[in-house]
């Protein structure tokens, strides 16, 4: 079994900044990828940021500059450093990692975090 635990959301003011952390851990054979989606009210899932083993990066076109993805594959850790937060960054935010488990590869979730931007 493989879980995905995110902290780090809150409340904060517009400029303002917030790091989310996200731990994987079970019995994980590699972690091919994590990164960090989100969703707004009435709005679909959208991806964040990724990062894969290598350590390449994909950011969202409005994350660029913003936010920077980092992830420390000895630990199964992934951390999103968000900066300039604006009220359009609110969301539930969530971690996602391609991983396998036994001889298997799959997506999982964590249950999400609430990252809220308002004065």
């Known amino acids: 079994q493989v879980q995905l635990v995110e902290s780090g959301g809150g409340l904060v003011q517009p400029g303002g900044s917030l790091r989310l952390s996200c731990a994987a851990s079970?019995?994980?054979?590699?972690?091919?990828?994590m990164g960090w989606y989100r969703q707004a009210p009435g709005k679909q899932r959208e991806l964040v940021a990724s990062?894969?083993?290598?350590?390449?990066?994909t950011y969202a076109d409005a994350m660029k500059g913003r936010f920077t993805i980092s992830r420390d594959n000895a630990k199964n850790t992934v951390d999103l450093q968000m900066n300039s937060l604006s009220p359009d960054d609110t969301a539930v935010y969530y971690c996602?990692?391609?991983?396998?488990?036994?001889?298997?590869?799959?997506?999982?979730w964590g249950q999400g975090t609430q990252v809220t931007v308002s004065s």
């Open positions: 990062i894969t083993i290598g350590g390449s990066t």
């Open positions: 079970g019995s994980i054979f590699t972690i091919y990828a």
């Open positions: 996602h990692g391609l991983i396998q488990y036994g001889l298997t590869v799959d997506d999982y």
